[in-house]
């Protein structure tokens, strides 16, 4: 009996001192290079005139965003004046995503991307969008990760299309 709980303490030992595969400490994060992002796009899903935007969000500014989901923006159009309202005890901080825009005329069946914002271990956004071959809707795709390699190719985005009514 002593030998099995010896074993099983083990066993256990090991298993908590193996990474999960989703936890990143800081020390995880590779602070040096840059991160190269590779998007497969069916470009017919876009107007021909279409500029497809590529925006790409860091852990940080992913964890500004959550602090801030509570404020709002308003614009008065009589004084031009923006104003912001946030919930008692939070601050707002504005966040500027780094973006790409890619002509369609110009897109192969990828889109590449690199960033020097986003490091290995650290957590993304990636979000695509575009007008669509309607000449009226948006097509958009998005993705969160973990930069696990400094090369990413994001396969099977799952594509939205608006449904505005279109002249």
């Known amino acids: 009996m002593k030998k099995q709980r010896f074993i099983l303490f083990v066993i256990i030992l090991i298993l908590s001192s193996l990474p999960s595969g989703c936890d990143y400490t800081s020390s995880d994060i ?10 497969p796009i069916d470009a017919d899903m ?6 497809l935007r590529l925006t790409l969000w860091n852990a940080d ?9 509570g404020c709002s923006i308003t614009y008065n ?3 031009h004046i923006e104003e912001i309202h946030c919930p008692e005890g939070v601050d707002y901080e504005a966040v500027t995503p780094a973006e790409f825009t890619f002509p369609v005329q110009e897109i192969g069946e990828f889109i590449e991307v690199e960033s020097n914002n986003i490091r290995i271990g650290e957590k993304y956004r990636l979000m695509i969008s575009g007008l669509s071959s309607d000449n009226c809707n948006t097509t958009s795709a998005s993705v969160e990760g973990i930069a696990q390699h400094a090369e990413i190719t994001i396969e099977d985005l799952m594509w939205m299309t608006t449904l505005m009514a279109c002249p």
């Open 30 to 39: 590779d602070s040096t290079g840059s991160i190269s992002f590779t998007v």
């Open 46 to 51: 876009f107007s021909d005139e279409a500029t």
């Open 61 to 69: 500014q992913l964890e500004i965003m959550k602090r801030t989901a």
């Open 77 to 79: 159009l009589e004084t």
